[in-house]
C-alpha cells in the first residue's frame, strides 16, 4: 500500500510532537484562588477540597509570596466570614476581612494581581447573591450593593474587581461607580457566562455561601443554554467588562470556544472546586494520575479558547510545568 498522507510521521519522537503543538500551557495563563478569614495562624484545610485552605491575613501573605515566587501573576481573593445580615453589609466594610487582606498584601508584596470576587452571598444571611425580598432575588437593589461592594474592594487597593453575582447590569453599576470616584483605570473581570453548576458544591462550603432557600436558578444560567451565553457577554461587554469569564470551565469548552471566536476580548476559564474535587478524588483512591490528567484538562480548556485559567490546581500547574 502506498500511503501518501501519514499523520503519524508527525508524532514520532517528542521533538517533533514538541515542534507541532497548537496549545501550550504557561504559568502566566494562571490565577489561583485564595480563601481569607479572621484570626491569626489559621490554615485550615477546607473538607471537600484537599489541598486548598482557610487563610488568615499573615499566612495568607506568606502564601502568596510563594505563588508570586513561582510565577503566578494573579490571584482570585474570597473573603469567607460568619459576620453576615440581609443586606451583606460586611461585604463594604472598610476593615473588612477581603479590604484588610488587600491592604495588607499591597503593603507587602509588589507584583502580583490582587483579583476580588464581588458578590454577597458569602455576607448574606440567606446566601442568596442578591437582596431578597417576599422570597425573591431583587434585581436593581442589588446593583448598588454589588457596586458598593467593587468600590470599597478597589479603595483597599485591588487590582482587578471580578462580580460573580449575575445581577443584571451589575457591570454597567460598577463601572459607573469606579469612575465617578477616579478609578477609570480598575478593570473589571465579569463572570459573565455563569452557569447555575452542581459543581461549586465544594467552594460553597468553603466560603460558607450555600442559600438557604431555593437555589440560584433565578439568576445563574440554565446549563441547556449555549446562544444566552452569547447574549451574556455581549451585555458585559456593552456595559463595560473588560474580560469576561466562562465557569465553570471543563463541561462548558463548547461555549468558551464560541466565546472565543464571536467577541475580542480576553476571555477567562473558571475550573471550579468541583473540577478541583473531582479529580483530586479519583487521584486518592488511585483511579487517575493526577498530574497526566490536570494538565490535559488545563490545556484543553486553554485550546477551548481560553486566554487565562482560574484554578486550584494553578500552584501545581507552575511546579510541573517548571519541571517538564
Ligand atoms: C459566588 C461564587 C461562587 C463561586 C465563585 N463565586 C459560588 C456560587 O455561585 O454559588 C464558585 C467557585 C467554585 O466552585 O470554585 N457567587
Same mark, same amino acid.
Not at 508527525?10 to 510532537?17: S, T
Not at 444566552?228 to 458585559?236: P, T, V
Given at each position: 500500500? @502506498? %500511503?501518501?498522507?501519514?499523520?503519524?510521521?508527525?508524532?514520532?519522537?517528542?521533538?517533533?510532537?514538541?515542534?507541532?503543538?497548537?496549545?501550550?500551557?504557561?504559568?502566566?495563563? &494562571?490565577?489561583?484562588? %485564595?480563601?481569607?478569614?479572621?484570626?491569626?495562624?489559621? /490554615?485550615?484545610?477546607?473538607?471537600?477540597? !484537599?489541598?486548598?485552605?482557610?487563610?488568615?491575613?499573615? &499566612?495568607?501573605?506568606?502564601?502568596?509570596?510563594?505563588?508570586?515566587?513561582?510565577?503566578?501573576?494573579?490571584? %482570585? &481573593?474570597?473573603?469567607?466570614?460568619?459576620? /453576615?445580615?440581609?443586606?451583606?453589609?460586611?461585604?463594604? /466594610?472598610?476593615?473588612?476581612?477581603?479590604? /484588610?487582606?488587600?491592604?495588607?498584601?499591597?503593603?507587602?508584596?509588589?507584583?502580583?494581581?490582587?483579583?476580588?470576587?464581588?458578590?454577597?452571598?458569602?455576607?448574606?444571611?440567606?446566601?442568596?447573591?442578591?437582596?431578597?425580598?417576599?422570597?425573591?432575588?431583587?434585581?436593581?437593589?442589588?446593583?448598588?450593593?454589588?457596586? @458598593?461592594?467593587?468600590?470599597?474592594?478597589?479603595?483597599?487597593?485591588?487590582?482587578?474587581?471580578?462580580?460573580?453575582?449575575?445581577?443584571?447590569?451589575?457591570?454597567?453599576?460598577?463601572?459607573? &461607580?469606579?469612575?465617578?470616584?477616579?478609578?477609570?483605570?480598575?478593570?473589571?473581570?465579569?463572570?459573565?457566562?455563569?452557569?447555575?453548576?452542581?459543581?461549586?458544591?465544594?467552594?460553597?462550603?468553603?466560603?460558607?455561601?450555600? !442559600?438557604?432557600?431555593?437555589?440560584?436558578?433565578?439568576?445563574?444560567?440554565?446549563?441547556?443554554?449555549?446562544?444566552?451565553?452569547?447574549?451574556?457577554?455581549?451585555?458585559?461587554?456593552?456595559?463595560?467588562?473588560?474580560?469576561?469569564?466562562?465557569?465553570?470551565?471543563?463541561?462548558?469548552?463548547?461555549?468558551?470556544?464560541?466565546?472565543?471566536?464571536?467577541?475580542?476580548?480576553?476571555?477567562?476559564?473558571?475550573?471550579?472546586?468541583?473540577?478541583?474535587?473531582?479529580?483530586?478524588?479519583?487521584?486518592?483512591?488511585?483511579? %487517575?494520575?493526577?498530574?497526566?490528567?490536570?494538565?490535559?484538562?488545563?490545556?484543553?480548556?486553554?485550546?477551548?479558547?481560553?486566554?487565562?485559567?482560574?484554578?486550584?490546581?494553578?500552584?501545581?500547574?507552575?511546579?510541573?510545568?517548571?519541571?517538564?
Amino acid at each position: 500500500m @502506498k %500511503l501518501i498522507k501519514r499523520p503519524r510521521r508527525l508524532r514520532m519522537n517528542q521533538n517533533i510532537r514538541d515542534m507541532v503543538r497548537e496549545t501550550s500551557l504557561c504559568v502566566k495563563d &494562571l490565577i489561583y484562588p %485564595l480563601f481569607v478569614v479572621e484570626g491569626e495562624k489559621v /490554615k485550615a484545610e477546607i473538607r471537600s477540597m !484537599p489541598g486548598v485552605y482557610h487563610f488568615s491575613v499573615d &499566612l495568607l501573605i506568606e502564601e502568596i509570596k510563594e505563588v508570586k515566587d513561582m510565577g503566578i501573576p494573579a490571584i %482570585l &481573593l474570597f473573603g469567607v466570614t460568619s459576620q /453576615k445580615d440581609e443586606f451583606g453589609s460586611y461585604a463594604y /466594610k472598610e476593615d473588612g476581612i477581603v479590604q /484588610k487582606a488587600i491592604k495588607e498584601i499591597k503593603d507587602r508584596i509588589d507584583d502580583i494581581v490582587v483579583i476580588t470576587d464581588v458578590c454577597m452571598c458569602g455576607y448574606t444571611s440567606h446566601g442568596h447573591c442578591g437582596i431578597v425580598e417576599d422570597g425573591e432575588i431583587v434585581n436593581d437593589k442589588t446593583l448598588d450593593y454589588i457596586a @458598593k461592594i467593587a468600590l470599597s474592594h478597589v479603595e483597599a487597593g485591588a487590582d482587578i474587581v471580578a462580580p460573580s453575582d449575575m445581577m443584571d447590569g451589575r457591570v454597567r453599576a460598577i463601572r459607573e &461607580l469606579l469612575d465617578e470616584k477616579g478609578y477609570v483605570n480598575t478593570p473589571i473581570m465579569a463572570y459573565s457566562a455563569k452557569y447555575a453548576s452542581s459543581f461549586y458544591g465544594p467552594f460553597r462550603e468553603a466560603a460558607d455561601s450555600a !442559600p438557604k432557600f431555593g437555589d440560584r436558578r433565578s439568576y445563574q444560567m440554565d446549563y441547556g443554554n449555549s446562544d444566552e451565553a452569547l447574549r451574556e457577554i455581549e451585555l458585559d461587554i456593552e456595559e463595560g467588562a473588560d474580560i469576561v469569564m466562562v465557569k465553570p470551565a471543563l463541561s462548558y469548552l463548547d461555549i468558551i470556544r464560541r466565546v472565543k471566536d464571536s467577541f475580542r476580548v480576553p476571555v477567562a476559564a473558571y475550573s471550579v472546586s468541583g473540577e478541583y474535587s473531582m479529580i483530586k478524588a479519583a487521584a486518592r483512591m488511585g483511579w %487517575l494520575d493526577e498530574k497526566a490528567v490536570v494538565m490535559e484538562v488545563m490545556t484543553s480548556i486553554k485550546r477551548a479558547g481560553a486566554d487565562m485559567i482560574i484554578t486550584y490546581f494553578a500552584k501545581d500547574v507552575a511546579k510541573w510545568l517548571s519541571t517538564q
